[in-house]
């Protein structure tokens, strides 16, 4: 019999990894602070708790995916008092390395394994079930968490330590960013020379400046939908991460630094709830050009 997975955090990328778990045959217990999410899930036939506690208590692996280091921190105090030996936490936040480590120490003083196994792929791979996982740990506990990890993603990669899974999510956020930012930059300056947007990404596609931001957020730029699939307040927390990362390791990070500033601009715009693709219509009013238009005028 399948272990029972406890779920905890269905934002926009935890209600469909949860409800992937329940289509792979586990029994998920789950908990959401705003119900909504949670009654959703209950009707496709998961179990709903009424706290973290209850759910770590119900639960043989509790999983967490909640925005930043102080969520994982406050909720894990929760689940370890409703934990008991031998169980397993897999946090699938992106929050600090440091915090990992002390988080993955706490538990084990009290017999409970933690993984830290954040995720690549925006809203469309939690969908889809092809997250690119990696994951900092136990070898012992990786592999008890990959069959449920295999109901979640392609790319599963143990990558070493408690810590390691975040360090590598920091990496994977900056290369984001900045391609983002890249493409962004690209369009606009395509689209102003008076060359059709769609045409640069078909292009760029095909060779070595292909990436997978111009194909999974291509709708995204063409029609100026933001959407949130991944907001811009969350990648600029990541940046942070990273930031933190190189200053930890001796490690300058000049393109992750202005990339980071211009999510915090427009943060300070209001758009820090707009997804992250909305760097483009930052490009766009610096150059005062909307792309898709033949007119050199940024249309508002």
């Known amino acids: 019999m399948p272990e029972t997975i406890g779920f905890i955090g269905l934002g926009i990328m935890g209600r469909p990894m949860a409800g992937n778990l329940l289509r792979a045959g586990y029994p998920v217990v789950a908990y959401n602070r705003s119900p ?40 894990m105090d929760e689940v370890l008092a409703g934990a008991s030996p031998g169980q397993l936490v897999i946090d699938m936040s992106t929050i600090s390395p440091l915090v990992a480590r002390q988080l993955a120490e706490r538990a084990r003083e009290q017999g409970v394994e933690m993984l830290d196994a954040p995720v690549s792929g925006g809203d469309v791979g939690a969908q889809q079930g092809t997250l690119s996982i990696m994951v900092g740990g136990d070898q012992a506990a990786f592999d008890r968490a990959r069959p449920i990890l295999e109901a979640l993603g392609k790319t ?56 997978r931001v111009m194909e999974v957020r291509r709708r995204n730029f063409l029609e100026h939908d933001f959407t949130p699939g991944f907001r811009i307040d969350l990648h600029h927390k990541d940046l942070n991460i990273a930031l ?45 050009h909307r792309i898709g238009h033949a007119t050199p005028t940024l249309s508002t």
Do not use: F, W
């Open 36 to 75: 909504e999410p949670l009654e959703q899930l209950t009707r496709e036939g998961a179990q709903p708790a009424r706290s973290a506690r209850e759910v770590a208590t119900r639960s043989d692996v509790t999983i967490m995916m909640l925005p930043d280091s102080p969520q994982v921190s406050e909720v």
């Open 156 to 211: 599963i990669m143990h990558v070493g330590d408690s810590g390691a899974g975040q360090v590598v999510k920091a990496c994977n956020q900056i290369v984001v960013a900045v391609t983002i930012e890249a493409v962004s930059e690209a369009l606009v300056l395509g689209s102003k020379a008076g060359v059709d947007p769609a045409c640069i990404l078909d292009v760029l596609g095909g060779g070595l400046a292909g990436n």
């Open 244 to 288: 933190e990362s190189g200053d930890a390791y001796g490690v300058p990070l000049p393109a992750t630094g202005l990339v980071q500033r211009l999510m915090e601009t427009l943060h300070a715009r209001g758009q820090g709830g707009e997804d992250h693709s909305a760097l483009l219509s930052l490009a766009e009013e610096l150059a005062q």
